[in-house]
């Protein structure tokens, strides 16, 4: 009897000290605590993106950096989350209920949106908690830093248009209809391929179809899988060029991007043209608004980071 207690003894040190080390300290914020379980669930999709892209040479050097760069992000949320709560920012159950039916919307059925919070590592409840923290830190940056930029002048956007004329030449841009085979983790390529050479052939069978096969096997069915017109360089290469090589109602064989299988349908193209102060003024105003904001935002959580006593305690997290 004695040895079965003290077997069981061992092995509930066992799990505690197994508890403690998943849930180390890797960093702090004002005393606040960063776990390492937050930490890995955080970094977990990234790390199986990296499998599916990388090349094992790159993965390793590739993981490091990302590692440094969440953490880095996560200590900038704390640091707003500490000065949300200083200044007594709240926000009430029914806009954290929007912000929840807002990304359950995105779901087709109750059960893809279980599964995707339950690929993120979380439950209901910290669903709602991290929803809450975004909108509790949108209303601080509104009121520091959205609040006090204002519109840009006529005047500087003049300014602006004159000193980039070159810059308001709208490049060829094409738009495109896609069938999209996002990889996934269980099942093969292989059998994603088979799937995908199967939709082409009813694509070609019938191309005024496409929209409908789009929207009955595409991984992002939205809009029947119309990207919209998008110039060269908005995309990433290996999407962006067979895209180009089409012409108007021509139809790409299967081709693979890092994130999946694509079958795309040109539906249209614009040829490039100059666009007019009046044509390009919104744009202007929304790339000057945007920049004084990033320029704002940057110099003011550089100011709370520095003011805010920060600890990396796990430097070997990123050996």
Known sequence: MKK???????????ATVSAR??????????????????FTERIKPF???????????????????????????????????????????????????????????RFKTEEEYADEIKKQGLTVQQMRENIKNQLVTIKLINK???????????????????????????????????????FKSDVSKKDQMAKAKQVLAEAKKKPEG????????????????????????EKIPEFEKPCFELNVGGISDVFETPLGYHIVKCTGRNAPEK????????????????????????AWVRDLRDDAAIKILDKKLFE
Request: aromatic share 8%; no cysteine; hydrophobic share 40%.
């Open 4 to 14: 079965i207690i003290l077997a069981a003894a061992a092995l509930l040190m066992h």
């Open 21 to 38: 080390v998943l849930d180390r300290i890797v960093a702090t914020v004002n005393g606040k605590a960063i776990f390492y379980s937050e």
């Open 47 to 105: 790390q199986a993106q990296l499998k599916n892209t990388a090349s094992e040479a790159d993965t390793e050097k590739l993981e490091k950096r990302m590692k440094k760069e969440i953490l880095d992000a996560m200590i900038e949320e704390k640091v707003l989350l500490i000065k949300a709560e200083q200044d007594n920012m709240q926000v009430t159950e029914s806009e954290v209920d929007q912000g929840v039916a807002e990304i359950r919307a």
């Open 144 to 182: 520091e830093v959205r609040a006090n930029i204002p519109e840009p002048a006529e005047k500087e956007m003049k300014k602006f248009y004159e000193a980039n004329e070159d810059k308001m030449i709208v490049g060829e841009q094409v738009r495109v209809r896609q069938i999209f085979f996002e």
């Open 210 to 233: 496409f929209s409908a096969l789009a929207e009955k096997y595409s991984s992002v069915p939205d809009n029947a899988g119309d990207t919209g017109y998008f110039g060269r360089g």
């Open 275 to 298: 666009k007019t102060f009046e044509e390009a003024k919104d744009y202007i105003k929304n790339y000057l608004y945007s920049a004084a904001m990033e320029e704002k935002y940057t």
